[in-house]
T-cell receptor
Framework: KQEVTQIPAALSVPEGENLVLNCSFT??????LQWFRQDPGKGLTSLLL?????REQTSGRLNASLDKSSGRSTLYIAASQPGDSATYLC??????????????FGKGTKLSVIP | DGGITQSPKYLFRKEGQNVTLSCEQN?????MYWYRQDPGQGLRLIYY???????QKGDIAEGYSVSREKKESFPLTVTSAQKNPTAFYLC???????????FGPGTRLLVL
């Protein structure tokens, strides 16, 4: 069964720093990997989705990388801002019987950017 | 605007009562999902539906029930058999070429 781990569970950085969030998964036979952001008491917002054939995806100050062979993904945030404070989750899909599709989530990294 | 709506935002349940959480989407997605989120536990899958009139149990289905009579709607009922229902419930759908998952804003269920 796929397991997804995110380290660290929490991270606090001063404004302006570049930072890296880590995600690891046990089964490397994935189709894609998705990074989400969750603000307190809110739903999840998709940030980036990397297909298994890709190694990187970029959106603004965010850059996500994927190394399937080692079972790792990183989310790089450049020039962090207080508005980046949120919990960041990664998720990988798995297919089970009759073509059904599920996502397995990590527990997230809670990021605090200090002004 | 396309998206997923969940109602109510807060829901209070009395002991022994069944309550139903609403989830509606106008994204024309076939697949819909219900997750439960507890502090420090991450998201756990309750039920999912790949197509109308069909659904499957997730990892923690006991004490919950669902229906999928319309493509747009996937309501979740928390039954009296669910002894620890206090949590944040998230509805989601998957669609598009890249199979991106979209989430609703969530419903927080509290027990009186």
């Amino acid at each position: 069964k796929q397991e997804v781990t995110q380290i660290p569970a929490a991270l606090s950085v001063p404004e302006g720093e570049n930072l890296v969030l880590n995600c690891s998964f046990t089964d490397s036979a994935i189709y894609n990997l998705q990074w989400f952001r969750q603000d307190p008491g809110k739903g999840l917002t998709s940030l980036l989705l990397i297909q298994s054939s890709q190694r990187e995806q970029t959106s603004g100050r965010l850059n996500a990388s994927l190394d399937k062979s080692s079972g790792r993904s990183t989310l790089y945030i450049a020039a962090s801002q207080p508005g980046d404070s949120a919990t960041y989750l990664c998720a990988v899909p798995s297919y089970s019987g009759a073509g059904s599709y599920q996502l397995t989530f990590g527990k997230g990294t809670k990021l605090s950017v200090i002004p | 605007d396309g998206g997923i709506t969940q109602s109510p935002k807060y829901l209070f349940r009395k002991e022994g009562q069944n309550v139903t959480l609403s989830c509606e989407q106008n994204l024309n997605h076939d697949a819909m999902y219900w997750y439960r989120q507890d502090p420090g536990q991450g998201l756990r899958l309750i039920y999912y539906s790949q197509i109308v009139n069909d659904f499957q149990k997730g990892d923690i289905a006991e004490g919950y029930s669902v229906s999928r009579e319309k493509k747009e709607s996937f309501p979740l009922t928390v039954t009296s058999a669910q002894k620890n229902p206090t949590a944040f419930y998230l509805c989601a759908s998957i669609g598009g070429e890249q199979e991106t998952q979209y989430f609703g804003p969530g419903t927080r269920l509290l027990v009186l």
